[in-house]
């Protein structure tokens, strides 16, 4: 008959623990991996005398099990701990195209369009849906990601059922090998003793006695010593590292050992449930906090003194308060109502915090050297000649001048409307004017003679701007000698 291959685990209580206490010393990863893999445990206990009580190896097992299920469970709350905090992503991601988009609409030719779609994270051509599923796509990845470790590494079902005593042999030749060991042990156990975190020096002196440990349990051939103090002495050295350095002449703060976490697995205490279940709710709340900073710092915002900022709340999930802006260090400001929806203006210089994306959809405004490109069809024969003008003008009242906005994408198209019908009208009038003369030149020299004097026209019209009613109710001053060109369809 044919048995199951089984692992050698050996097991030697010595008396190095801090305050006298027993330790168990065995190969802690050839156990882990046999329980995990639920491959039989061949076991060796190494003692002077046998006990009345051989239930030490037992009770070791049983908590090498409980520590691996609390691994699992650790590595389950940080997954939930990913997913909590994935909530928050998308809000972060939406900003954070946002302020790519004003970056991206500053690049000649393309970046008007481009700059447009990744600022909306594509709202402005698929809408809401399209936005939530951009914004969305980093917490996707890394939950796919989280997910793919997690199935490489599956956790199993460990059972107790699996740690059988009675498979046990004893081995009494650990004398030798205890009374070498004892000045190193008892120097050991004079570090540890009434100090549960080391220092780096401390550490450092704890390596070197483990690696004395070593060596010696090497000699006398004790396999389980050797492995446990190669463990711990690797682990103090570890803790006995300069901390990492963060930027020249600072470091991040040193990390004391924990003597009780190094030590736990050789210990015949049982771990608390307690513990296990804390280190899963501060997980999720650890999650929580993430996902709630991710939140928060998709709102925050800063403007200059020459800037605004227009923020207004998404028809489909609004709520009261929904428009409110907390400028830091100056309180809160309600919304200003433009038409039937809900915008606030929010004026620099300063930093402010309102509803992330896409609860609010934000656009940056500049209060001055502003650019306004029309077209005006110019009068005359053959038809299809247009005038093209760029006018420069600031924003003097900037209510006034949102309250003429049909939505955030048509920031300058009220504007840039009635000065085109004021110059269209005006140019027409003078032209009909002329034209209607008795003794008026042909229709093209008339025409050619508007082209040269466009430029003083235009002077005038901006002169005619400012004390125009028309005009005032934008709130904006235009900047005198705009430049203009002629073209035909």
């Known amino acids: ?74 590595a389950q709350a940080r997954r939930w701990r990913v997913y ?17 988009g004003v970056w991206l609409g500053t690049v000649p030719v393309i970046g008007e369009p481009v700059g447009g779609f990744v600022g909306t994270a594509g709202g402005n051509v698929g809408g809401l849906p399209l936005a939530a599923i951009v914004a969305a796509l980093p917490s996707v990845w890394w939950i796919r990601r989280v997910r793919r470790a997690s199935r490489a590494a599956p956790q199993p079902n460990l059972r107790q059922e699996s740690v059988a005593t009675s498979e046990l042999t004893v081995n009494d030749d650990l004398g ?17 003793s009434g100090n549960p975190r080391p220092g780096g020096e401390q550490a450092h002196r704890l390596a070197i006695r483990f690696g004395a440990l070593a060596r010696i349990a090497a000699r ?43 030590l736990a697995p050789y210990m015949q205490r049982r771990a608390s449930r307690v513990q296990a279940r804390a280190s899963r709710l501060l997980g999720i709340a650890s999650g929580l906090v993430v996902a709630g900073a991710a939140f928060f710092a998709a709102g925050v915002f800063g403007i200059r003194g020459d800037e605004a900022l227009l923020l207004r709340t998404n028809e489909a999930i609004v709520f009261p308060s929904s428009g409110t ?42 209060l001055t ?77 008339i025409v050619a003679g508007l082209q040269e004097g466009a430029g003083e026209l235009l002077g005038n019209f901006v002169e005619f701007s400012e004390i125009s009613d028309a005009f005032a109710a934008f709130g904006v001053t235009l900047r005198p000698e705009p430049s203009h060109s002629f073209s035909r369809d």
């Open 84 to 100: 909590v905090a994935a909530a928050g992503l998308p809000f972060l991601t939406a900003t954070l195209l946002g302020l790519l």
């Open 369 to 445: 050297n502003r650019a306004l490109d029309i077209a005006v069809p110019f009068p005359g024969d053959p038809p299809g000649q247009h005038l093209n003008v760029e006018f420069r003008y600031e924003i003097d009242d900037l209510k006034s001048f949102v309250a003429t906005m049909e939505s955030l994408d048509e920031i300058d198209s009220a504007l840039a409307r009635v000065v085109s019908a004021e110059l269209a009208r005006g140019f027409a009038e003078r032209y009909e004017t002329e034209l209607a003369l008795p003794n008026a030149l042909p229709a093209p020299f």
């Open 176 to 192: 030798p090998f205890l009374a070498d060991a004892r000045e190193t042990m008892r120097d050991i156990g004079g570090i540890l």
């Open 220 to 262: 006398h051939d004790v396999p389980s010593v050797v492995a446990f103090a190669a463990d711990a002495g690797e682990q103090f050295r570890i803790a006995s590292q300069p901390p990492a350095r963060l930027i020249p002449g600072l470091r991040l703060r040193r990390r004391p050992a924990s003597v009780v976490k190094i």
């Open 325 to 366: 802006v907390l400028a830091l260090r100056h309180g809160f400001d309600g919304p200003a109502e433009s038409g039937t929806n809900t915008l606030t203006v929010v004026q620099g210089p300063g930093i402010f915090w309102s509803w992330p994306r896409p609860i609010t959809e934000r656009r940056l405004v500049p």
């Open 1 to 74: 008959m044919r048995h199951a291959p089984s692992i050698p685990v050996e097991y030697a209580p010595i008396p190095v623990g801090p305050d006298d206490t027993e330790l168990v010393a065995h190969d802690r990863h050839r156990l882990s991996d046999a329980l995990v893999r639920g491959i039989p445990v061949a076991r060796t206990l190494r003692i002077d005398e046998l006990p009345d009580d051989v239930a030490t190896v037992a009770r070791i097992e049983v908590g090498a099990i409980r520590r691996l299920r609390q691994a699992a469970r650790a």
